[in-house]
């Protein structure tokens, strides 16, 4: 499996640990985890520009259809 390695800062390994100790894993799996998360939702989500392209390119006019007359409902007792 690929590596990957990084610095951070003191307190922030702290916290980390503590998050890690906290779900009773190692700091690997947590942040294993961790990163899984974060990727998944990552690929949920928007593609760029899909607001501007699909959303902002309606051309024309939007006509509400004429609305039937409201029923009358008896009143709860």
Known sequence: MPKVSFELP???VD???QAASAQHVDVE???QALVQREVK??????????????IGG???????PEQPPLEERDPFS
């Open 29 to 31: 799996q947590f942040l």
């Open 15 to 17: 916290k980390l640990n």
């Open 41 to 54: 939702d990552v690929s949920r989500a928007w593609p760029a520009g899909y607001f501007d392209e699909v």
């Open 10 to 12: 003191a307190d922030l």
């Open 58 to 64: 309606w051309q024309g006019e939007l006509a509400r």
